[in-house]
Nanobody, 124 residues
Framework: QVQLVESGGGLVQAGGSLTLSCATR????????IGWFRQTPGKEREFVAGVSWTGTGKNYADSVKGRFTISRDNAKNLVSLQMNKLKPEDTAVYYCSCSKKFWPQVRSDDYDYWGQGTQVTVSS
C-alpha cells in the first residue's frame, strides 16, 4: 500500500517562509513523479509544483514561480516544497500526490495517490 504523509504546514506572516515535506511510504513499483496541489474551500484543487522521478524535471504554477522550489531525495523517500515570500493568497490545504505517468502532469486526475493534506495559513 502506498502512503504519502505531509508535514510542515502552519501559520506564517506575509513575506515569510515555510518548508513542506512529503514522506513516501509503502511499495512503489517503478518510477513516479510527485506533485504538490493546494485547495481552498469551494474551489477546485490546483496544481502548485511537480518534480520528475530523477529530480531534474521541475515545473511550477505561474502563481508560485520564483517563490517556491520543489526538490526530492529518493534515498530518503522525501519530497520538499520550499515556499518563500508567502502571500495571503497562498493560504490553503496543501496536498502531496504521486503519479506513474511521465512528467509533467498538472491535472489532479492524472495523480494516483494523495496525502491527507497540511494547512498553510499566511496572515497579512
Amino acid at each position: 500500500q502506498v502512503q504519502l504523509v505531509e508535514s510542515g504546514g502552519g501559520l506564517v506572516q506575509a513575506g515569510g517562509s515555510l518548508t513542506l515535506s512529503c514522506a513516501t511510504r509503502g511499495r512503489f513499483s517503478g518510477s513516479y513523479l510527485i506533485g504538490w496541489f493546494r485547495q481552498t474551500p469551494g474551489k477546485e484543487r490546483e496544481f502548485v509544483a511537480g518534480v520528475s522521478w530523477t529530480g531534474t524535471g521541475k515545473n511550477y504554477a505561474d502563481s508560485v514561480k520564483g517563490r517556491f522550489t520543489i526538490s526530492r531525495d529518493n534515498a530518503k523517500n522525501l519530497v520538499s516544497l520550499q515556499m518563500n515570500k508567502l502571500k495571503p493568497e497562498d493560504t490553503a490545504v496543501y496536498y502531496c500526490s504521486c503519479s506513474k505517468k511521465f512528467w509533467p502532469q498538472v491535472r489532479s486526475d492524472d495523480y494516483d495517490y494523495w496525502g491527507q493534506g497540511t494547512q498553510v495559513t499566511v496572515s497579512s
